[in-house]
């Protein structure tokens, strides 16, 4: 009887073992760097990351801070960082009411992607609390200024886990030369807002501000104890 070409076929167990020194030679493909790959959000829980270290010596407080503010672009919110002086974001806070203060951390993953990831300080509370997402993401940060981690959404609780990475993978990675940082955290932020910046001088002709803005209500309001708080 004539064999068949599936009676040829290898079977899957036929095929060799990874060699004894497979693990120590693995590493993550390097993933094509390109605009499009940037993204001003936090590493998804899958991927290790470092942040770019601007002190050099994990000070959490060197991170630039800037303000944050979300204008509807076609029905979806779209966040918009803002540079300039005080006194400019003090006029867009006023004329937006909710704007946030966040400190753009410059990440890389492990397979090179890099990002912009926009941490919230952690405010403390009237009651003396903070809340815990913030807290937690700073926490993680400041890890990552000098370690290898992974940040995941604890659901349950209500906070950020973070993890580290365990010595094969810190050392594969270093003797990589990772994280390699070659774009500049300007550059990062120009293409992770991907023109969704702005300035003194572009803020009061941007179609996005002019078409968001209106006059704030006034009013009146007073606390339990009927005291004028606004």
Not at 35 to 60: L, M, Y
Request: proline share 5%.
């Amino acid at each position: 009887m004539t064999d068949t070409v599936e009676d040829k076929k290898p079977s899957l167990l036929d095929y060799p073992e990874p060699s004894e020194d497979f693990n120590n030679k693995l590493a993550e493909k390097e993933i094509a760097k390109h605009a499009g790959q940037i993204k001003n959000v936090k590493p998804i829980h899958t991927e290790w990351f470092r942040v770019q270290d601007p002190s050099g010596c994990g000070d959490i407080t060197k991170i630039q801070k800037r303000v944050i503010i979300e204008l509807p672009i076609k029905g979806e919110a779209k966040s918009f960082v803002c540079f300039g002086p005080q006194d400019f974001y003090e006029e867009v806070k006023a004329d937006f009411g909710l704007v946030r203060s966040v400190r753009l951390a410059l990440y890389e993953t492990s397979t090179g992607r890099p990002g912009i990831w926009p941490v919230k300080e952690a405010v403390e509370y009237g009651n003396g609390n903070k809340n815990a997402w913030n807290l937690s993401a700073n926490n993680i940060l400041e890890q990552a200024l000098t370690k290898w981690v992974r940040i995941v959404s604890n659901q349950a609780d209500g906070y950020y886990d973070g993890y580290l990475a365990d010595k094969k993978k810190v050392d594969m990675y270093t003797e990589q030369g990772r994280p390699f940082f070659k774009m500049d955290l300007e550059e990062a932020i120009k293409k992770a807002y991907q023109g969704f910046i702005l300035t003194p001088e572009s803020y009061a002709t941007d179609p996005h501000v002019l078409d968001f803005k209106g006059e704030k209500v006034a009013q009146e309001v007073k606390n339990e104890k009927g005291i004028k708080i606004n």
